[in-house]
T-cell receptor, first 113, second 116 residues
Framework: NAGVTQTPKFRVLKTGQSMTLLCAQD?????MYWYRQDPGMGLRLIHY???????AKGEVPDGYNVSRLKKQNFLLGLESAAPSQTSVYFC????????????FGPGTRLTVT | GDSVTQMEGPVTLSEEAFLTINCTYT??????LFWYVQYPGEGLQLLLK?????DKGSNKGFEATYRKETTSFHLEKGSVQVSDSAVYFC???????????????FGQGTILTVHP
């Protein structure tokens, strides 16, 4: 039982390049989330999904797109990377929203130069 | 809007010292409250939670009590260890109503370093 996994762990992009971050969970959770973590700001929700084939915007969605084609996978895309997107990205999943624990992946450190 | 405010860090303690990390919140509905911990190089993991007023969450020697009257959820531990060195995040999730329903809103995190 691997829990939540993320690939890649590290990535350096040039401004304007694109990339996709992959999140996978093996707990059969319906709900999945993408956060970014910046110093002094905690974690902020980018996008989330309440089930296969669904996506919704979070607090800071601009510049990102997501897809949930399979229940176990949640992809985060950057179409044209900007230095402001330099951050650590975390994926999480949960059985339900609200009182239920979210399980986090180990994170992806992205640097945009 | 809904928000969480934590005491600013970093916090540096000697082993066996008493720990308090303050957390206060503002919520438009009825929140559940959480403490998550992030060890170096890892993702966040749930430390403890409380889902209604006056509930006490506890785990690994840490405790926090949901105080509705002071809108607080302070984290405490009586005797910290070097292995407790980590970043601690307070968070809320609305149980019903409000724009933050079901989603976690995090505080900014508090870095704790414990020296031998």
């Amino acid at each position: 039982n691997a829990g939540v996994t993320q690939t890649p762990k590290f990535r350096v992009l040039k401004t304007g390049q694109s990339m996709t971050l992959l999140c996978a969970q093996d707990m059969n959770h319906e709900y999945m989330y993408w956060y970014r973590q910046d110093p002094g700001m905690g974690l902020r929700l980018i996008h989330y999904s309440v089930g296969e084939g669904t996506t919704a915007k979070g607090e800071v969605p601009d510049g990102y797109n997501v897809s949930r084609l399979k229940k176990q996978n949640f992809l985060l895309g950057l179409e044209s990377a900007a230095p402001s997107q330099t951050s650590v990205y975390f994926c999480a999943s949960s059985y339900r929203m609200g009182v239920y624990e979210q399980y986090f992946g180990p994170g992806t450190r992205l640097t945009v130069t | 809007g809904d928000s969480v405010t934590q005491m600013e860090g970093p916090v540096t303690l000697s082993e066996e010292a008493f720990l308090t990390i303050n957390c206060t919140y503002t919520a438009t509905g009825y929140p559940s409250l959480f403490w998550y911990v992030q060890y170096p190089g890892e993702g966040l993991q749930l430390l403890l939670k409380a889902t209604k007023a006056d509930d006490k969450g506890s785990n690994k020697g840490f405790e926090a009590t949901y105080r509705k009257e002071t809108t607080s959820f302070h984290l405490e531990k009586g005797s910290v260890q070097v292995s407790d060195s980590a970043v601690y995040f307070c968070a809320l999730s609305l149980n019903a109503g409000g724009t933050s329903y079901g989603k976690l809103t995090f505080g900014q995190g508090t870095i704790l370093t414990v020296h031998p």
